[in-house]
């Protein structure tokens, strides 16, 4: 459920196609204590009455991060990461029960933001955006696995071997050199790259370089072109299409190209299924 890179550019030109222009008429904050905890919600719930009478600016994403640029210089700032329902409504009928944020328009629309997991909903001021974990984390001199051209096979294997650490902390969390990825593209990324999760990327070959480098455009290309995850749904309620490759949907099954069971193993912090005929 957690939501990548892929699922974070989709929602937002989702917003840069819906929202832009939007004044913000209230915002009504809920059940936001636990958040409020781990300093992902503003500490003073005050903060948000910042954002009334703004107006939506414009839309920035990189990794998973998504700042929604306001005139009157303030962001709202979303880093949705282990699961958030982000929604847009064209009237009241369709707002879900529970919300952390719920953003009304004076147009009568609406914005809901429920983080499913942990995840980041804050009301920043401009001079306050750079302060914000999330937004040191992705807005950041590390890479996108997709839509630059400058993060070339040649610089990802560069980068690789200046760590040569195991390529799940290579991927995901505070030692990636990419942004935006957590554990299930890495699942994805590293069965069709036939690698197993726990190789160390001093042990990569020329070819192991390449193919994980392949791996990882094709996959998150080809859930952007499926509309995201198949456990999660758009700006607009909608199911994604894109059924993982490899990952929890996998379990007691056997692998499509080889037919070996499935396997599991606890690994940097989650649950890794991969062939352990396919992947060495
Ligand atoms: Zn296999």
């Not at 809901?112 to 955006?129: F, H, K």
């Not at 999330?134 to 997709?146: E, N, Y």
């Not at 056997?254 to 352990?276: L, N």
């Amino acid at each position: 459920m957690s939501v990548e890179l892929p699922e974070a550019m989709i929602l937002a030109e989702q917003l840069n196609n819906t929202i832009v222009g939007k004044k913000i008429k209230a915002c009504e904050m809920k059940d936001y204590e636990k958040l409020q905890k781990l300093t992902f919600f503003n500490k003073d719930i005050k903060e948000f009455d910042r954002l009334l009478d703004c107006s939506v600016k414009s839309i920035h994403q990189r990794g998973n991060v998504i700042r929604i640029q306001m005139n009157k210089k303030m962001n709202l700032v979303l880093g949705p990461d282990y699961g958030a329902s982000i929604l847009y409504h064209t009237s009241e009928e369709t707002l879900p029960k529970k919300h952390h944020l719920k953003i009304q328009f004076t147009d009568k629309s609406y914005l809901t933001i429920r983080q499913t997991g942990m995840g980041l909903i804050y009301s920043a001021a401009d001079n306050e955006v750079d302060s914000l974990y999330v937004v040191k984390r992705d807005f950041s001199d590390t890479p996108s696995p997709i839509g630059e051209q400058e993060f070339t096979v040649e610089k990802f294997k560069e980068m690789l071997s200046a760590k040569n650490q195991n390529i799940k902390a290579s991927l995901v969390g505070k030692t990636a050199i990419v942004v935006g990825l957590s554990n299930a593209a890495f699942q994805e990324i590293i069965f069709k790259a036939r690698i197993h999760p726990k190789r160390n990327t001093s042990s990569f070959s020329e070819s192991d370089i390449h193919n994980v480098y392949d791996a990882m455009k094709d996959i998150l290309n080809a859930r952007i072109c499926s509309g995201g995850k198949d456990n999660w749904t758009n700006l607009y309620g909608e199911a994604g299409r894109h059924t993982p490759v490899m990952g929890s949907n996998m379990k007691d099954k056997d692998c499509p190209e080889c037919g070996a069971k499935i396997e599991m193993i606890a690994h940097g912090g989650g649950q890794v299924f991969f062939c352990p005929h396919c992947q060495k």
